[in-house]
C-alpha cells in the first residue's frame, strides 16, 4: 500500500501507526467491486443512504465540539468544517445525479452504521470509555479536551477515505470512459477533498498541543476505534453480486470446500533467519571447559571458533548463492513464461543449497545444542505483525475447512513449533521441514534432510495435495518470499509473494513471470469474474501476487479481523 505524507504532528503520527489496517477496508467486497466498476447500482445505493447518516453525524459533532473549543480561531475553524459537511448534504443529491445514479429510497440504519453515529455523537458529548469527563462540562480545558477528542475520532475516516481512493484511481485508465464510478472516485481524489481531510488533521494537531500524554493516549484509542468502525462499515455493506474477496466466502461448505494454506517459515512467518538463530544457540549456549581441562559430554570448539566458524560460512553461502544467481540471470531472458527453463534454472539451486548444508554439519556448528534452550529461543522469536493473528483466525474458524502446512528449509522442525505455539493448538499445524538428530535431548550436529530444494518442496506439496479427499471444491494458496518458493507459487492456485526480495523478483523475471500487486490482482479479477462469468484461478499461468503484510492476506483470505 502506498505512502502518504500528512504531517508530523499527532494526527500524521496516528495515521503512520494505523494506516496498515486500511487495507481491511480496501479489500472488502464493496470497494474490490466499486475498484472494478461492477458493483451493482442497489449495492451502492445502499451504501449511499448510510453515508448519509453519517455525514449527518459529523456536522452534529462538529457542531458540539465549537461549543466546546474555547479559541477563537479553532471555534472559526471547527465551524468552517461543519460548513463544508452541510454544504455537501445540501448538494448531495445533484451530486449523485452527478455521478450518474438514481437518489436511492430512504432506509434504515445498519447496525454497523449505527455503532459509528453512535461513537461521534458520544465522543462530542463527552461520554468516552474509560475517560473521566464531568458530566456537565464545567471548564474552558475540560471543554478543549473533549473538541481534540471529538476531531481525534473524526480525522480517520476523512484521511481513510483520501487515501483509499487515491489507491484506486491508480488502477484505473484516466481516459476511460465506461467506469460508471469514475466520477465518484475523482470526486474523493479531488485537490477540494484532500485539503479537507488535511485541514481537519491540522486542527487536530492545534487542539492537542497542551494535552498531557495520558489524554494524547486517548486520542489514540479513539482514533484506532474509528479506523475500526470504518472497516466494519463498509464490511457490512450488502453486496449481491459474485465477489472475489474474502477468498473463504467463495469456498461452498455444502460441496465440500476446502482451503489449503502452505506457507515458508523464514522471513515469510518471521523477521529473522531462523539458520541464524540456531547458530546463535549453539554460540551462547557454549559451556565453558571444565577447571582440569576435561571435555564435555560432546566436545566442541571455543565459543569465539564457533562465531568464527558460523561467520565463514555464512559469508560463504552469500558469495556462492549470488554466484548462482549470476550464472542463470545472464542467459537470455525469456519472452514469455518458461516453467521449463526456470526447473532447470533451479536445479542450480538445489546443488548449491545441497553442498551448503552439507558444510554446516561438517564444521560442528550445531552440535550440542539442547532441545529445550531451542524450544524456549522459539518461543522468543519475532514473526511477522499479522502472521500469529491470521493463523489463529483461520484455526479457530468454525464455517471454514482448511488446513494450514508450513513447508520449511529450516533445520529444527521444533524452532517452527515452537515459534508459531502461540498461534493456537501446535498439533493442527502441520511442519514440514528438517531436522535436527539428537541423542538424549541434545543435537548430534546432524541434519535429518527432508526439505533442501525447491524440487523437494514442489514433492512434498504435490504429496499433500494427493493424500486431501479429491470430492469436494478445492483452493490452494502458498505464500512465500524466497526463490525456494517459486515452484510452490506457481504450482498452488494462488501464489502469493511476501516481501519484495530482488532476487526472486530478478530470477522470476528472468522466465517470464509477471510480479502483480495483489489489490490490483484482484480488482482485475473481479472484472473477469462478471465479464467472463468465472472465478477459477489458474495454475501455473505465470502471474504471482505481492504483498507487503500480513494483513494484506488476511484482509483477501478472510476478509475483516473482528
Known amino acids: 500500500m502506498g505512502g502518504m505524507d500528512v504531517g508530523g504532528g499527532i494526527a500524521g ?31 451502492f445505493h445502499h451504501y449511499i443512504s448510510q453515508h448519509v447518516h453519517l455525514l449527518n453525524a459529523f456536522a452534529h459533532a462538529y457542531e458540539l465540539a465549537e461549543e466546546c473549543a474555547d479559541d477563537d480561531e479553532d471555534k472559526k475553524a471547527i465551524r468552517n468544517l461543519r ?27 445498519t447496525n454497523a452504521t449505527v455503532k459509528y453515529t453512535d461513537f461521534l455523537s458520544a465522543t462530542a458529548s463527552g461520554r468516552i470509555e474509560g475517560e473521566r469527563v464531568p458530566g456537565k462540562l464545567a471548564t474552558p480545558f475540560e471543554k478543549t479536551k473533549v473538541a481534540a477528542y471529538t476531531l481525534g475520532a473524526i480525522t480517520p475516516c476523512m484521511r481513510l477515505f483520501a487515501f483509499i481512493n487515491k489507491e484506486i484511481q491508480a488502477l484505473l485508465d484516466p481516459n476511460d470512459s465506461t467506469h460508471i464510478y469514475k466520477k465518484w472516485i475523482d470526486h474523493y481524489c479531488s485537490e477540494n477533498f484532500e485539503a479537507y481531510a488535511f485541514r481537519i488533521e491540522e486542527l487536530l494537531d492545534t487542539l ?36 472475489v474477496v474474502p477468498l473463504s466466502r467463495t469456498l461452498d461448505p455444502a460441496v465440500g470446500g476446502e482451503l489449503s494454506i502452505f506457507c515458508d517459515f523464514d522471513l515469510t512467518c518471521t523477521a529473522f533467519d531462523s539458520s541464524a538463530i540456531l547458530a546463535e544457540i549453539a554460540i551462547i549456549t557454549r559451556p565453558k571447559a571444565d577447571p582440569d581441562g576435561s571435555e564435555t559430554q560432546l566436545a566442541r570448539m571455543s565459543s569465539a ?50 553442498a551448503a548444508n552439507s558444510r554446516v554439519v561438517q564444521s560442528g556448528v550445531l552440535k550440542g545444542l539442547n532441545q529445550e534452550d531451542i524450544k524456549r529461543a522459539g518461543q522468543r522469536l519475532i ?180
Open 13 to 43: 503520527k496516528l495515521w503512520n501507526k494505523f494506516r496498515s489496517e486500511s487495507v481491511f477496508v480496501n479489500y472488502t467486497p464493496f470497494f474490490v467491486c466499486l475498484a472494478a466498476g461492477n458493483l451493482s447500482a442497489d449495492s
Open 383 to 562: 514473526l511477522q505483525d499479522g502472521c500469529k493473528g491470521f493463523i489463529q483466525k483461520i484455526m479457530k474458524n468454525e464455517n471454514l475447512t482448511a488446513a494450514i502446512h508450513v513447508l520449511s528449509y529450516c533445520w529444527c522442525g521444533d524452532l517452527i513449533r515452537s515459534a508459531l505455539s502461540s498461534a493456537g493448538d501446535v498439533k493442527a499445524l502441520n511442519v514440514h521441514s528438517n531436522e535436527l538428530s539428537c541423542e538424549d535431548s541434545t543435537t548430534t550436529g546432524e541434519i535429518i534432510k527432508k526439505l533442501e530444494s525447491p524440487m523437494e518442496k514442489l514433492q512434498a506439496f504435490n504429496n499433500i495435495l494427493n493424500n486431501r479427499d479429491k470430492d469436494g471444491q478445492h483452493l490452494t494458496v502458498y505464500i512465500g518470499g524466497s526463490v525456494g518458493d517459486l515452484l510452490c507459487l506457481l504450482e498452488a492456485d494462488i501464489g502469493i509473494v511476501m516481501g519484495s526480495s530482488p532476487t526472486l523478483r530478478r530470477l522470476g523475471e528472468q522466465f517470464g513471470i509477471s510480479f502483480v500487486p495483489l489489490f490490483s490482482g484482484l480488482v482485475a479479477k473481479q472484472r473477469e469474474v462478471v465479464e467472463v462469468g468465472s472465478s477459477n484461478w489458474k495454475r501455473l499461468s505465470g502471474t504471482l501476487y505481492t504483498v507487503s503484510s500480513w494483513d494484506e492476506i488476511h484482509a483477501f483470505i478472510l476478509g475483516s479481523p473482528s
Open 83 to 109: 460548513k463544508y459537511v452541510q454544504a455537501k448534504l445540501k448538494s448531495h443529491d445533484s451530486l449523485v445525479r452527478e455521478w450518474g445514479f438514481e437518489l436511492p429510497e430512504e432506509r434504515s440504519l
Open 208 to 243: 492537542s498541543i497542551s494535552l498531557t500524554g495520558e489524554e494524547l493516549d486517548v486520542i489514540e484509542k479513539l482514533y484506532h476505534q474509528s479506523m475500526r468502525l470504518e472497516v466494519d462499515f463498509f464490511s457490512s455493506q450488502p453486496i449481491i453480486q459474485e465477489a
Open 305 to 354: 571458533d564457533l562465531r568464527s566458524t558460523w561467520d565463514a560460512l555464512s559469508a560463504q553461502y552469500t558469495e556462492e548463492f549470488e554466484q548462482c544467481v549470476e550464472s542463470i540471470t545472464t542467459t537470455e531472458t525469456a519472452e514469455t513464461f518458461s516453467y521449463e527453463g526456470l526447473c532447470e534454472a533451479l536445479e542450480q539451486f538445489a546443488h548449491f543449497e545441497k
